[in-house]
């Protein structure tokens, strides 16, 4: 079945690094993904890993794929303010829908 | 480039009442979605586009939900009667490749 799994909530100091934890069930999925949707806002999308890598960097954000244990995770280094927001990751289901089945979202407080 | 317009941005209804949401893709991307996102939960799929025809509709309630994306750009989904538990943000979504979905920013229907 597909299922996306995330903790609920995270709260960070600012300055600290964040990560922010992923389990999936697909799998042969071929992407994964991290949006970003802040309050009244639709999601933006981050960043995504193809499934063949295990690690990609881009900034201040680290993706890390565990394809054994079928989890992800997000770094978020030095966290802002401005990165408090809702988190939800999400895989492509290996049909060729290119259908995204998302988690529930963490929540990511940042408290200075 | 224009991102996905979505309009209205809020709707707010009475039970039984009927409501249409329309979306504008980003120009270029065959692949439309809709997605229903319930408060505190992640956006649930509800149908799927690939041009103008229906890639995935498995989990549209079809007894009040239906969709059209004619001449493949833009779309409408209607809801027809409304229930309270159709109280949720409706995004859009399109893409280019299914590597990359970009959201609306979505309408958020309120039914009383």
């Known amino acids: 079945g597909e299922d996306v799994e995330q903790s609920l909530f995270l709260s960070v100091r600012e300055g600290d690094s964040s990560v922010i934890n992923c389990t999936y069930t697909?799998?042969?999925?071929?992407?994964l993904y991290w949006y970003k949707q802040e309050p009244g806002a639709g999601l933006q999308l981050l960043t995504y890993i193809f499934s063949n890598m295990d690690m990609k960097q881009d900034q201040r954000l680290t993706v890390l794929l565990n394809k054994k244990d079928k989890h992800l995770s997000l770094r978020i280094a030095d966290t802002q303010t401005g990165d408090s927001a809702i988190y939800f990751c999400a895989e492509n289901t290996a049909e060729d829908t290119d259908k995204l089945i998302f988690g529930t979202g963490t929540r990511l407080q940042v408290f200075p | 480039e224009a991102g996905v317009a979505q309009s209205p941005r809020y709707k707010i209804i009475e039970k039984r009442q009927s409501v249409a949401f329309w979306c504008n893709p980003i120009?270029?991307?065959?692949?439309l979605y809709w997605y229903q996102q319930i408060l505190g939960q992640g956006p649930k799929l509800l149908i799927q586009?690939?041009?103008?025809?229906?890639?995935?509709d498995s989990q549209l309630p079809k007894d009040r939900f239906s969709a059209e994306r004619l001449k493949g750009v833009d779309s409408t989904l209607k809801i027809q009667p409304a229930k309270l538990e159709d109280s949720a943000v409706y995004l859009c979504?399109?893409?280019?490749?299914?590597?990359?979905?970009?959201f609306g920013q979505g309408t958020r229907l309120t039914v009383v």
């Open positions: 586009f690939q041009n103008n025809g229906v890639v995935d």
């Open positions: 120009s270029g991307h065959a692949t």
């Open positions: 697909d799998s042969s999925s071929t992407y």
């Open positions: 979504a399109s893409s280019f490749s299914g590597a990359e979905a970009f």
